[in-house]
């Protein structure tokens, strides 16, 4: 993701106070936002690019006339393996859906590993077997990498960081600050499937139906989707870390709009349903790897979800909610029985590692 | 670095028989590349990019017309502070220096860190407000960014990822593969000083006199020697891991011709010279963060040598031998006592967590 500056959030642990970084640091949600706003960009000084502080995916550069988008991400995620994907395949998907968001069509890769010594050849070949499948199906080289060796115990097993640039596409003009009153929420797809997939991997949890991660690249989709609507999509995020709950509270927060969304629209499988219940998370705080949230005009709605639906990645996606002008900055569910419940971010760690 | 496939080069530890990732396999030298050549970029598949397999510091791209230079590293360096620099610094140099390679200014960078649990925030702050301090004096901007945190004991404290693209200046035309029987090759400053630094700092040697990182940007360097001698520059090469000795045997690989260098033009700093002798360390295969080789045309090289000198960071630029035709693939060393040895890449790991 891009540099974020979060304003106006309330601080449950204040990082003053801590002192030392915890794993909700990582989380994707508030503490994560408060890291970068509070530690890290005041740091960083007058080499933080980006002006305006706004959160996005992803980069946008102009190089020599042409808009380039530029994104990283470091994968951590236990265990390597797991039903629906592995790391190599969920670096590559995580870097191509940041640039994706941004309206971008990804050009080249950059991956680097820091291996820990003793780490498998067996395990390195297959990652790195899946990265090369994975840029292959989504048609990007992998032009420049690294390798770093770290001694045992000084790493877990390989960690993997991905950069990509994309050229955005023409028409494309989304941020997560262009959203208006007015305009409609759409989601690809089902949600809550990775993290919860990850989860069940790494406790063994053996539940009935096997949950699949949903990693999947979504260059496809967004590419249908803005030669359908164009400028008309004000907004795009891919709802990772933090899930569908962080990635609409960004945009309300940097947009200065309310979202309100309906609890019976938000799509979750039976099998995702029934293992947060048992796990007591909340599908819209869990991680997706393989669905995108859009901010778009309204009359452009519904021919936008026609071409979604078109798509095997979209082929779910569904009317999620609204943009208001009330409680901006806040993002409102309008419950099964009939009730409203504040959506608020994610505040700590729910799930470690979990990309 | 970028892809290598180096060929020829004898295995004194093959991949296959090891199984599992050693420290050597991170040590830029001749295991680096074999586990490269054997592994990685059979694994990788079609999905690897840049043609041809030649080994440069970063990947050349065309994006609409203008050629844009990419280049990723991860940086593990132990311990984070060291004299010289830390590892905020030390990833910015180490990514402008390898776009500097390939002939290129920064336009932008992007910052990824694997954090471990319980690492000090004053430290975040510290390496944070180091990349953004180095970011700044090189001119470039930190365009975006990623934070991960695993849990205490699955990193050691921070390592971070840097990924720079730059615009490759007029005139230059640099390779690998492009060094002829004739040319010239230059070295910008002393060598050695960054890996003996690193540790002694790591050790607490003490050595009478402390010796310093020679981590710093070359791009400016770089940009006076193209302004200088455009295309008559054939090859340029930071040589961080595996040190002089690494990376002149990658250009006579590539290149398939011979180098023969003087061991009295070897500028060794007397500190350095006597760490390097005390530690058994062969100041040729110790890593440097601020220096560059240059293979360049004869008729050119004097008054590149001229404006190189006439910056601080060429101040002891000097020539250090010549690109013959015999003996291709081999670096030779004429010693002060008038004789000759072979200068191999550096085999194994020398000093895991250099950089």
Redesign the interface.
Known sequence: ???VDLTGASCPLP?SE?????????SGGQL?AE??RD??LP????????GGGVPED??L?D????A?V???????VSPLFFPGGDIGSLSIHGTVNDLAMMGATP??L?????????????D???V??S???A??AVG????????????R????GI?V?T?G?G?RLPGANVSAAFARPGDVIVVSGPVGSHGTAILSARESLGFDTEITSDSRPLHRLVAAMVAQAGPGIHAMRDPTRGGVASALNEIAAVSGIGIEIDERAVPVPVPVAAACELLGLDPLHVANEGCLVAVTEPAAADALLTVMRSLPEGRHATRLGEVVADHPGRVVMRTLLGGTRIIDMLIGEQL??IC
Chains 1, 2 share one sequence.
């Open positions: 993701m891009s540099l990082v801590t002192e030392k970084v915890t794993l909700g640091h990582g994560s890291l970068l530690v890290l740091a960083l000084g007058a080499a933080a690019g980006q992803a980069a550069l190089i020599e006339g042409t380039v530029m994104s990283t991400d470091s994968f951590v050009l080249a950059a991956i680097a590993y820091v291996i820990e010594e003793g780490f498998e050849l067996a390195l070949r297959r790195t077997a990265v090369g499948a840029a292959s990007v080289p992998v032009v420049t990498g690294d390798t770093k060796v770290v001694g115990g000084a790493a877990d960690f960081t950069t640039i050229r470690p590692r």
